[in-house]
């Protein structure tokens, strides 16, 4: 038992922390300036079909990030019109864009493949072995070989972090989210400062499903987010709406997945553990997580008021 | 009504539909097909004739439940996105008082209905305890239970509920006196539009005359103006929760009762999200649900014909879908009355608010 705890375990649980990551920090741009962002989902599987659509048609999978990244933009950029421009309840467009990009995804892969299902195989981004990360200790070796997106994921919190709470742009989306109105009346255009962050979140988001298709399976299948977007805005709210705190969440969360995948078909005490109650593990934790963090009082102030 | 409230009203829906269906022309067209003539396919395939309008009618009967499921929550303010996970339990619970026990027709149909609802409605109690008591947002609670549910029910019907006499998973069949008969034979048209139609019923009778409806709707408009007029906010929405999952729960009861006669694996093409566009296009009410969720039944119904003939993917109505949300979510905007905080028309009101309205983009 005791030996399933070991460096393969750390490996796996930042393989898949980097899409939690990516999509939390995209979910905490967001939700600073004021905007829900239940869409998370949706730009995941977009990024994760037009990643794999742009390696697919130049064969190079730098091309895929491109085009996944945009593809999550333009999400961010519709769900940024739709509650600024149009007022539309943040929730209500959230959802639409979900199903959207399902449809969508669904649709053009029907359409471009003649294939149900899944695309074929692509080409995927490489490992990386960073040679001085692995002379860290415990983790050394786990953090060596992974993803490029790892590394930018690492890369972007400290990034986030030192861009919402030292700069005065992060000033002004810390404004927007808790006070447009007074940020508006010192000349703070909140409305663009919506549209940069959740586009921005849009272009996370997508990143992070890029990761899903280029990073661990070299191809796309359908609906294959599978609900990691709703795991990382949880991961968002229960880290406090910063970064840090979403990516220390996201660890968390995607720990006890691997776990999971460990733990499958093991005995514990005589006793196998079906598959499926493993499989449910990250989506209970989840709920259970959300219903221990006391009080809302760290939500950005102004989230998901339609006043504006 | 009057005639300009009648057009009001289905204003919204028929613009929503109008840009949805075009929206999806332009996908088609550029997608290389014709959209009149996948339109046209899909229209054939789901009214043509009366056995596809039987066949319709029976894809819109869960649609109904699991559209009233969801209106109900947006009346009191709650995003019940788990209508799917609800109706998977429901149905399992369902099938299983079918195949277990053996009981005269008359006890046997109500208690399968019972415990469909039963299961729907404890499979939406978490969620709306959560929420009434931990502020914890159903949108993704509901939603991380719909995953569990997909789980645990294939795990039971594959397991501990499983037909020994076969590989598939799924349920013994479900006794002949626990089954929903037909009621036109064409299309497989089965009670269970009855059991839709007086839910409509009731659904409208609640919200329009009874107590509790009236506490559903304040809690929906201002929880804290709800709070303030002594109305129990926090039971309000665990009620409203849990009736809105029981009404999903008796979506998937009808459906296996009526139509399959078992639970097998997966047997739900995704009812629950459909109810989202079906609610919010017939405004949360009982009769817009009904009507709506016919339409999109016919556009399920139609679509496969549409694939089958045309070679656009059934998809498109998934994407037609969406943008039903959009425009008719857009009802979700705040004060639509003019010079009021949210209107861009800074009516007569030209004061601050005014301006700060004015300097918005």
């Known amino acids: ?308 | 009504m009057r005639i300009s409230q009648i057009v009001g009203t289905a204003g919204v829906p028929v613009a929503a539909l109008g840009a949805a269906f075009g929206a999806a022309a332009i996908v088609v067209l550029v997608s290389g097909g014709s959209p009149m003539e996948s339109f046209a396919a899909m229209f054939s395939s789901a009214f043509g004739s009366g056995t596809a309008v039987g066949e319709t009618l029976v894809k819109s009967i869960p649609l109904m439940l699991t559209g009233l499921a969801v209106a109900l929550g947006l009346r009191a303010g709650l995003f019940n996105i788990g209508a799917e996970g609800q109706l998977l339990v429901g149905a399992l619970a369902a099938a299983w008082v079918g195949f277990a026990l053996d009981l005269p027709a008359v006890i046997h149909i109500p208690l399968c209905l019972a415990a469909g609802v039963a299961g729907g409605a404890l499979w939406a109690f978490l969620p709306g305890l959560l929420k009434a008591k931990r502020g914890v947002h159903e949108v993704i609670t509901t939603i991380m239970l719909n995953h569990v549910a997909f789980y645990l029910t294939h795990f039971l019907v594959t397991t501990r509920l499983k037909d020994v006499h076969t590989m598939a998973p799924q349920t013994p069949e479900m006794h002949a006196t626990a089954r929903l008969g037909w009621l036109i034979e064409a299309g497989g048209l089965h009670w269970g539009i009855l059991v839709a139609a007086l839910c409509v019923v009731a659904f409208a009778f609640l919200m329009a005359r009874s107590v509790i409806g009236f506490e559903l709707k304040a809690v929906g408009f201002s929880p804290d103006a709800a709070r303030t007029a002594g109305i129990n906010v926090s039971g309000m929405i665990v009620l409203a929760m849990v009736l809105s999952g029981a009404l999903a729960g008796a979506a998937g009861a009808v459906e296996v009762m009526g139509v399959h006669h078992k639970f097998y694996d997966q047997f739900s093409p995704g009812y629950g999200f459909d109810s989202i566009a079906v609610a919010l296009l017939g405004n949360n009410t009982a009769v817009g649900t009904a009507l709506a969720a016919v339409l999109f039944g016919a556009l399920r119904n139609g679509a496969l014909g549409m694939q089958l003939a045309t070679d656009t993917p059934k998809e498109i109505v998934t994407l037609i879908q969406a943008i039903v949300i959009v425009f008719a979510g857009m009802r979700f905007l705040k004060n639509r009355v003019p010079g009021t905080r949210g209107s861009r028309d800074p009516g007569l009101r030209a004061d601050t608010q005014g301006r700060a309205d004015a300097a918005n983009p």
């Open chain 1, 1 to 308: 038992m005791a030996d399933i705890f070991d460096t393969e375990l750390i490996r796996s649980t930042f393989r898949l922390a980097t899409p939690l990551i990516l999509a939390a920090l995209g979910g905490v741009l967001s939700e600073r300036s004021g905007v829900v962002n239940i869409a998370l989902e949706g730009m995941m599987l977009a990024g994760a079909f037009f990643g794999m659509l742009g390696s697919y048609l130049t064969g190079s999978p730098w091309v895929g990030v491109a085009l996944g990244m945009a593809a999550g933009g333009v999400f961010g950029f519709i769900h940024a019109a739709l509650t600024h421009r149009m007022r539309l309840n943040h929730i209500v467009s959230g959802v639409a864009l979900n199903i959207l990009a399902l449809g969508l995804t669904t649709y053009l892969l029907r359409h471009i493949f003649r294939e149900a299902g899944s695309s074929p195989p692509v080409t995927g981004l490489p490992d990386w072995d960073v040679g001085i990360l692995a002379k860290l200790p415990l983790v050394g070796q786990s953090l060596s070989g992974q993803n490029p997106l790892f590394y930018l994921s690492i890369a972007l919190i400290l990034g986030l972090n030192v861009l919402l709470f030292t700069t005065p742009a992060g000033l002004r989306i810390r404004a927007a989210g808790e006070h447009p109105e007074a940020a508006e009346t010192v000349g703070i255009r909140v409305g663009l400062v919506r549209y940069l962050a959740v586009t921005g979140s849009g272009v996370l988001g997508g990143l992070a499903g890029v990761y899903l298709s280029l990073g661990q399976l070299n191809m796309f299948t359908e609906g294959m987010s599978a609900g990691r977007g709703f795991i990382a805005l949880a991961a968002v709210i229960f880290g406090k709406w910063t970064p840090f705190g979403a990516a220390g969440a996201a660890l968390f969360f995607a720990f006890f997945d691997a776990l999971q995948m460990r733990l499958q078909g093991q005995t514990i005490g005589g006793l196998t553990i079906p598959s499926e109650f493993m499989l449910m593990l990250p989506y209970l934790l989840t709920i259970i997580a959300l219903a221990g963090v006391v009080g809302r009082a760290s939500a950005p102030a102004a989230l998901g008021r339609q006043e504006e």
